[in-house]
């Protein structure tokens, strides 16, 4: 039944799948290994066993190795593997003894016209043909015997090649098994102890590490604060709740200690695994068993092919006296002057052929030793089979006994790992501490840069409206005053006014006025409070604070003070001075907090906003541009709608075919061109990944690529190659 069948497919053997099984190659595969383990397929003389030259010359036993790439396919029976299986059967090969005739067949030989001879002469003659007759039955008898055990010690011989290749089938899944197990055991092994010393360290020490906090004392500021919320916090083992840390700590003690024992039932079981499987004593027997087999398939090919051979040859010569028998006494009976030549004729061939029964009767014997020989080793094989296969049942069930175990035990230090992230933050602490204290620095820092910073931008601000006003005023009072109202009404009706007032506002500082003020000082320094011949926990985190505070510009965002054409117009004479501008004020306003490497950095992130706003800005004109130009086109009537293919100007329509994937992981379009390359569709032209893009170009944009791999070569171009961005307005087919 199915429920009772274990299949095995290889090499390698593992369990197959049923859709497996079915595909075209595994079948072609299994075909293959058939006629590979079939000794019958005629072979190179050099390597087969030496035979008849009239029979097919056959492959050894077991000769075949994996490289050909051939399948082979085992089924296995789960009832035969239990322990109450019971012993197979001895086997029995037939035939074992063979049924030689006593009388001889009917006699070809008419006397008188009849069978029977009636004068004594006839009679003799008779009883020399019915002896020769009588021996070629008998002969045929052993002839035919000597096939049948030969076809049955091959059968037997290959019976158990078979078993020898299906027990190599289940050691070599029960080494994949093994190999498993001792590669999944070692890992699990490496990270538990590693997982466990610390662990250990951490329960072990519990004591010492609240002690250390003890020694550390909080921040002046940090205790005040403490003080204001009703609370008494002067170091850092007061902010930890120190009973249930205990209690944690003793709950993760308790299953540290199951675990350790859960893991040396583990070490045990593995070690129980390696001891009942000796399998290099094991796979010693298993070699000498193929050995064994080998022996006898040359035994059975060398003796027992030979003696069928030779059975067949005296068979044929009895045969042939027969016929010569036949003769002699037809012509004694035409004369009868040749009778007694005839007799002494027949005398002399009786006693040569007298020989030859008994030799084919010896040699029979011989034969059916061999046979029983080849029986008898296939009743020990099939034993020893049933005994291998049970303890390779067993293996299987004791590793993936130990595969279940590995499998909880590496759950149970996943959960471990998880309870001592609590206790780990007791280990922490110190440096959490120290990194708190840093990052509330940088934050004040921070907030004073900000507000700095903004206050200078500010203040120049409103000096520029000052120097405006000023600057109104003195044309109005000028050569203004000579312009017609026509100026004032019609053509410029701000032409009077005042400029705007910008009044901008900070975003709420809310966060900043939360923070502690904490200011490091000599008696504040990180570090615990020594006690008998104990050294300092921490060091000064001064410097670490300073180091964090000096990149704070760094991270700033940019400036961009040309958002309106008035004041880009008023500043855009110097760039560079109106930064420097910013940078003296905010330096008179913020003191020490803005240095000199901070107004550097500043100061060329507003070059670099000046320098962006100016490309987008001619990018800008120029799309315009072409707009216009193609406006103008259309409404002239000069606008052309065929695709162009070897030139690309603004107003022409072009066609991009996808050619795969840019840097950006973006789809890249590519126009269809007649040798006018590079010409690449601007991604913002398009949403979306369309099969090919329609449009009329607006704006083309020069680039030269970069090294491959940079930004500066999206498309994988030789470095130095020009290529072209072409923004487009895409155009719907109706």
Same mark, same amino acid.
């Given at each position: 039944?199915?429920?009772? @069948? ?29 006629? %590979? ?89 008779? +009883? ?42 289940? !050691? ?21 102890? =590693? ?64 675990? @350790?024992?859960? &893991?040396?039932?583990? $070490? ?36 027992? !092919? ?9 068979? =044929? ?29 027949? %005398? ?12 084919? #009767? $010896? ?6 030793? /061999?046979?029983? $020989? ?16 049970? @303890? ?9 006994? !130990? ?11 996943? =959960? ?41 931008? &500010? ?29 004032? #009404? +019609? ?10 007032? &910008? ?16 200011? /490091? ?81 500043? @100061? ?27 406006? $103008? ?63 009329? /170009? ?29 923004? !487009? ?6």
């Amino acid at each position: 039944p199915k429920e009772d @069948q274990i299949l095995l497919l290889g090499p390698p053997y593992k369990v197959p799948k049923d859709h497996f099984l079915r595909s075209p190659d595994i079948l072609d595969a299994l075909h293959l290994g058939d006629l %590979e383990d079939d000794p019958t397929r005629p072979i190179n003389a050099i390597d087969s066993v030496h035979t008849n030259s009239n029979l097919m010359l056959r492959k050894p036993i077991l000769a075949t190795t994996e490289k050909s790439g051939s399948r082979r396919l085992f089924l296995f029976s789960k009832q035969t593997l239990t322990e109450s299986a019971p012993d197979p059967l001895p086997c029995s090969l037939k035939p074992l003894d063979l049924d030689l005739p006593s009388n001889p067949d009917p006699s070809p030989i008419l006397y008188n016209d009849s069978t029977q001879a009636t004068s004594p002469l006839h009679q003799a003659l008779s +009883i020399y043909e019915r002896r020769f007759m009588l021996h070629v039955c008998q002969g045929k008898a052993y002839a035919d015997g000597s096939d049948l055990r030969l076809q049955s010690a091959r059968n037997c011989v290959m019976e158990q090649a078979v078993m020898i290749r299906a027990l190599r089938a289940a !050691v070599s899944n029960l080494s994949d098994h093994w190999n498993n197990a001792t590669r999944t055991r070692a890992e699990f092994t490496t990270l538990y102890v =590693q997982k466990m010393n610390e662990h250990g360290k951490i329960l072990n020490g519990i004591d010492e590490i609240l002690d250390d906090l003890s020694h550390i004392s909080l921040h002046q500021e940090l205790k005040a604060i403490a003080r204001i919320n009703g609370r008494v916090m002067e170091t850092l083992l007061d902010t930890v709740p120190v009973e249930r840390e205990r209690k944690w700590a003793s709950q993760c003690q308790t299953a540290y200690t199951t675990l @350790q024992g859960h &893991f040396e039932e583990l $070490k045990l079981e593995f070690d129980d695994l390696t001891t009942s499987s000796n399998r290099e004593e094991e796979a010693h027997f298993d070699l000498e068993a193929e050995g064994m087999v080998k022996t006898l398939d040359m035994e059975v090919e060398d003796i027992m !092919v030979k003696i069928s051979d030779c059975q067949a040859d005296r068979l =044929q010569s009895l045969t042939e006296d027969h016929k010569k028998v036949v003769s002699l006494v037809l012509n004694a009976l035409q004369d009868d002057g040749r009778i007694q030549a005839t007799f002494t004729t027949l %005398e002399s061939m009786s006693k040569v052929s007298a020989e030859i029964i008994p030799s084919m #009767e $010896k040699d029979d014997l011989q034969l059916k030793n /061999v046979m029983v $020989k080849v029986a008898d080793a296939k009743t020990k094989a099939m034993i020893r089979m049933n005994i291998r296969l049970r @303890q390779i049942s067993q293996a299987q069930r004791k590793i993936q006994r !130990v595969l279940k175990t590995v499998s909880g035990l590496r759950a149970a230090l996943s =959960q471990q790992c998880e309870n001592m992230t609590h206790v780990e933050h007791l280990v922490k602490l110190p440096i959490a501490y120290r990194d708190f204290l840093t990052e509330i620095g940088r934050r004040l820092e921070y907030g004073e840069a900000i507000t700095s910073i903004s206050k200078a931008m &500010f203040d120049r601000l409103a000096s520029m409206r000052i120097e405006e006003v000023k600057a109104r005023e003195k044309f109005l009072h000028g050569s203004g005053r000579h312009l017609m109202p026509s100026f004032f #009404e +019609i053509f410029v009706p701000t032409l009077a006014t005042q400029p705007p007032l &910008f009044t901008p506002q900070l975003p709420a500082m809310g966060e900043f006025d939360s923070l502690p003020r904490l200011q /490091v000082c000599e008696q504040d320094s990180f570090t615990a409070q020594p006690r008998d011949n104990d050294t300092p926990v921490q060091g000064n985190i001064n410097a670490d604070t300073t180091q964090e505070a000096s990149s704070l510009t760094e991270s700033l965002p940019q400036y961009d003070v040309d958002k309106e054409d008035t004041v880009g117009s008023s500043i855009s004479k110097d760039t560079a001075g109106s930064a420097s501008v910013i940078i003296s004020v905010a330096g008179q306003s913020g003191g020490d907090v803005i240095m000199d490497n901070k107004s550097n950095t500043i @100061q060329n992130e507003l070059i670099k906003a000046r320098e962006d706003y100016e490309r987008v800005k001619r990018q800008l004109d120029q799309t315009n541009a072409a707009l216009v130009e193609i406006k $103008k086109d259309k409404e002239l009537g000069k606008i052309c709608d065929k695709i162009s293919h070897s030139s690309f100007c603004a107003g022409d329509v072009a066609l991009f075919m996808p050619t795969g994937r840019g840097s950006g992981g973006k789809r890249t379009y590519l126009a269809f061109h007649s040798n006018c390359p590079h010409r690449y569709l601007s991604t913002d032209s398009i949403a979306g990944n369309p099969d090919y893009v329609l449009g009329r /170009v607006v704006y083309q944009e020069e680039l030269v690529a970069g090294a491959i791999g940079t930004d500066a070569n999206p498309h994988g171009l030789i470095s130095g190659t020009k290529f072209w961005i072409l923004t !487009v307005e895409v155009l719907k087919l109706h």
